[in-house]
């Protein structure tokens, strides 16, 4: 079956540290995004990638940097710099890059602090 | 700037009773307009999306909204809700007044709890 994997479910960050979140897409979509969402405050995009080799900051990029060298991943990496971590992640893709486009979204990562 | 506005952030209903989930979103010439369901612990997924023609928008699971243009509104709609539809219900907007971009304007959600 086509579709979006996150992995790990959950993960554990200590003080200081940096850790990786894992998307992986087998849809052959273009467009890929990182979505951060805390309790009361819905969805907050913290960087997207229109093309493979090409990424852009959302509204909240700082202390999270990306990298997108295959079409299918697009991993996400929380550093030290990032002072409140704590939030479920969600990684999305759509087919092409266009307005009105449908965003299929992953299971989610669940980020907790030491 | 553009942005979605869900005025309740709980609605109770009872099984087999209507509902309505409320959608404000900020004016502007055009918008594309979504609705999304996060069932516990999960990704989301699409219910429905205006783009544009009818103003009535059919979805899965029975759900449809309405696009308002004067009011800026797009109010989602079941008129039976079973259990299973208990989940978080967002609203997104996607502004084309900045180009052909896939970027999405959340609310912030509404809980929806389906009481037998």
């Known amino acids: 079956d086509g579709g979006i994997t996150q992995s790990p479910k959950y993960l554990f960050r200590k003080e200081g540290q940096n850790v990786t979140l894992s998307c992986e897409q087998n849809?052959?979509?273009?467009?890929m995004y990182w979505y951060r969402q805390d309790p009361g405050q819905g969805l907050r995009l913290i960087y997207y990638s229109q093309i493979v080799n090409d990424f852009q900051k959302g509204d909240i990029a700082e202390g999270y940097s990306v990298s997108r060298e295959k079409k299918e991943s697009f991993p996400l990496t929380v550093t030290s710099a990032q002072k409140n971590p704590t939030a479920f992640y969600l990684c999305a893709s759509t087919e092409l890059w266009g307005a009105g486009e449908t965003q299929y979204f992953g299971p989610g990562t669940r980020l907790l602090v030491l | 700037a553009q942005s979605v506005t869900q005025l309740d952030s709980q609605v109770p209903v009872f099984e087999e009773a209507p509902v309505e989930l409320r959608c404000n979103y900020s004016s502007s010439v055009s918008v594309y307009l979504f609705w999304y369901v996060q069932y516990p612990n999960q990704g989301l997924q699409l219910l429905l999306k205006y783009l544009s023609g009818s103003t009535l928008v059919k979805g899965i699971n029975g759900f449809e909204a309405e696009f308002n243009k004067s009011q800026t509104s797009f109010h989602l709609r079941k008129p039976s809700v079973h259990i299973s539809d208990t989940a978080e219900y967002f609203c997104a907007v996607s502004d084309l007044e900045r180009g052909a971009t896939n970027k999405l304007i959340f609310g912030t959600g509404t809980l929806l709890a389906v009481q037998p």
């Open positions: 849809l052959n979509h273009d467009a």
